[in-house]
């Protein structure tokens, strides 16, 4: 009997572990397996694939871990360029990834011509593997204020051509209906026809509670008479990752070319001997970004001469400054990395072509965009500002001095000896002034040097800071606790604010580089048209043709439904309103609704 009991038990065994590995996918494997090496993808919801100059492009990123298919937190920076086929880029973007979550804009000016476009994306991460891994989405634009159209012209092609590539679009579009998608959430709108400038209501229900919390965006947008390319939405992107899984990953550690920019933007380079060009090994490089949150950090160069740094992902200037740190540094060199390009090349491009059949809907487009520009500064989108991270002695004990509760005196020399009681100067061997920090009131003042700050910018040489006019000076604080950056040890820091707030490196040399910095695209509350009171509203006697009606990038949803309002323009047709995210577990979420505007 027991042996029977055995074998029952081992047999049911067999059939779990048979069932389970049938059912199981390499996904969740992967999933669940420390040692596979995670990979980064990126979705991009933008609003639109066929564009007119005079329109806005918007869009919204979200980065996903490919290989747990969840939401990724491998990289804070993601990089956004629209590509033409002559493989030159119209504009690239840095977009912070914050929460797996970025978003940008762009205003496609008429200096941009007609023709085939490639809206890309990617990390740094994902340029170990190629272009072939990147967000690429097929974008036309058409610039009716040129007169040479040959790129997008086809006078051959045909009614039945076009009805074609209409019917293709719409197939592709009905792919992702509402009532075709899920249960657990839909898109609901009270009615189907709406009257011009009349109130919509939105409600995006959640069936499933935490299961539905997620990262979403919205673009309601008219539905374009003349053909155009299908959207790629996140159920299709995320059915190609999955069927991704069983090739060949790249991105492996040992094999990573460019490194993840999991803290920020990375800006690295190389010290050399000037005088025999071998690099320098254990040579402290400092980088100073100026503002009242300002930055700095120092690195120390390994046995190549390289170092990095690691930038917050926002910060107030424009401009960074790094330097070699320490007496001798003007007998050494910095050079910068520069980014590795895009292969362009590898990127492939569809053909979209027009007809003379399609000249009166280009026309009344590019007069409706006309009409919108001319009211745009009425309009106005605000940015939704975010302060740097705080500098290293932000929550320390300081003591300030504002000069303008004080004699003023002509040189920092004699404000330091008649106002700032704490700090000192002496004359070293060779006759050059060093100025000093006590610890406290009563204590023996030591030989490391105070970190000098002007407006923010690092000041190796003391010249700098005891020349400068005190006058300018607004004023001055104090902090005396010991620091240590890369092997160099100082005593209290000096920070002086002058009242211009414009103070500028003023070292020159090999050994310091002045770098503009590309700074990340601002987050943005949009503007949205609303005729709550039209007796009060100072836009009702404004022209409305809005193709646009609503774009909102940053819905956090953490209930069961969230609504969203918006108002129609006098622009009749068919409007889509898509929304498209991600649930905090990584899963797709792409719904669509067809509303009409009737005159």
């Given at each position: 009997m027991m042996n029977k009991l055995v074998i029952v038990v081992y047999f049911l065994i067999l059939v779990c572990v048979s069932v389970e590995g049938q059912n199981g996918s390499k996904s969740d494997f992967m999933r669940n397996d420390p040692n596979v090496p995670d990979s980064e993808s990126v979705f991009v919801h933008h609003n639109a694939t066929l564009f007119f100059t005079g329109e806005y492009l918007f869009y919204k990123v979200y980065s996903i871990n490919s290989t747990k298919h969840t939401l990724?937190?491998?990289?804070?920076?993601?990089?956004?360029?629209?590509?033409?086929?002559?493989?030159?880029?119209?504009?690239?973007?840095?977009?912070?990834?914050?929460?797996?979550?970025?978003?940008?804009?762009?205003?496609?000016?008429?200096?941009?011509?007609?023709?085939?476009?490639?809206?890309?994306?990617?990390?740094?991460?994902?340029?170990?593997?190629?272009?072939?891994?990147?967000?690429?989405?097929?974008?036309s634009i058409i610039n009716p204020y040129r007169g040479n159209q040959s790129s997008i012209v086809d006078s051959e092609m045909n009614e039945s051509a076009i009805s074609e590539i209409t019917t293709s679009e719409n197939n592709a579009r009905a792919i992702t209906k509402e009532e075709d998608s899920y249960s657990e959430f839909k898109l609901l709108v009270a009615e189907q026809k709406f009257k011009k400038r009349t109130e919509v209501n939105v409600t995006f229900k959640n069936f499933i509670k935490e299961r539905g919390f997620g990262h979403y965006s919205l673009s309601v947008r008219k539905m374009d008479a003349i053909p155009n390319f299908p959207k790629d939405n996140s159920v299709d992107f995320d059915t190609r990752i999955r069927g991704n899984d069983n090739k060949t990953n790249k991105d492996m550690p040992g094999n990573i070319k460019y490194p993840s920019e999991s803290k920020g933007s990375i800006i690295s380079g190389k010290v050399f001997r000037k005088d025999t060009n071998v690099p320098a090994n254990d040579q402290n490089v400092a980088i100073s970004i100026s503002g009242q949150y300002f930055f700095f950090k120092v690195a120390t160069t390994n046995k190549r001469g390289a170092f990095s740094f690691s930038l917050d992902t926002f910060y107030q200037s424009d401009i960074a400054t790094l330097q070699v740190v320490g007496d001798t540094r003007e007998d050494y060199k910095i050079e910068l990395n520069s980014p590795a390009p895009i292969a362009y090349d590898e990127i492939s491009f569809a053909s979209f072509t027009i007809t003379p059949s399609l000249e009166s809907a280009i026309v009344e487009?590019?007069?409706?965009?006309?009409?919108?520009?001319?009211?745009?500064?009425?309009?106005?989108?605000?940015?939704?500002?975010?302060?740097?991270?705080?500098?290293?002695?932000?929550?320390?004990?300081?003591?300030?001095y504002d000069l303008d509760d004080y004699t003023r005196f002509g040189t920092m020399e004699e404000v330091f000896r008649e106002i700032v009681k704490l700090v000192w100067t002496i004359t070293d061997a060779n006759g050059k002034l060093k100025i000093r920090v006590f610890e406290n009131k009563f204590s023996t003042p030591t030989q490391n040097p105070p970190l000098l700050f002007i407006d923010g910018v690092?000041?190796?040489?003391?010249?700098?800071?005891?020349?400068?006019?005190?006058r300018k000076v607004k004023n001055i604080t104090v902090v005396r606790n010991k620091y240590q950056f890369g092997s160099k040890d100082y005593q209290g820091v000096i920070l002086i604010e002058t009242i211009a707030g414009d103070y500028k490196n003023q070292q020159s040399g090999d050994f310091v580089e002045d770098l503009t910095l590309f700074k990340p695209e601002p987050r943005k509350k949009y503007y949205q048209q609303k005729y709550e009171k039209p007796t009060e509203s100072t836009t009702r006697r404004i022209p409305d043709v809005r193709t646009q009606l609503f774009w909102e990038p940053d819905i956090d949803l953490s209930d069961g439904e969230i609504n969203f309002k918006f108002y129609t323009s006098d622009n009749p047709g068919d409007y889509e309103i898509s929304l498209e995210g991600f649930t905090r577990e990584g899963r797709p979420v792409s719904l669509r609704k067809v509303i009409t505007v009737v005159d």
């Open positions: 990724s937190k491998l990289s804070k920076i993601a990089y956004v360029e629209l590509v033409s086929e002559h493989r030159k880029s119209v504009f690239k973007h840095k977009i912070a990834i914050n929460n797996s979550q970025g978003q940008g804009d762009f205003f496609i000016p008429n200096s941009v011509s007609s023709g085939n476009y490639k809206l890309i994306a990617y990390t740094q991460r994902m340029k170990n593997i190629g272009a072939s891994s990147f967000f690429q989405a097929d974008i487009r590019s007069i409706n965009n006309q009409i919108e520009n001319a009211y745009f500064s009425i309009k106005p989108d605000t940015l939704r500002s975010k302060l740097p991270e705080k500098p290293f002695m932000f929550y320390e004990k300081k003591l300030r690092f000041v190796q040489d003391p010249d700098d800071l005891l020349t400068y006019n005190a």
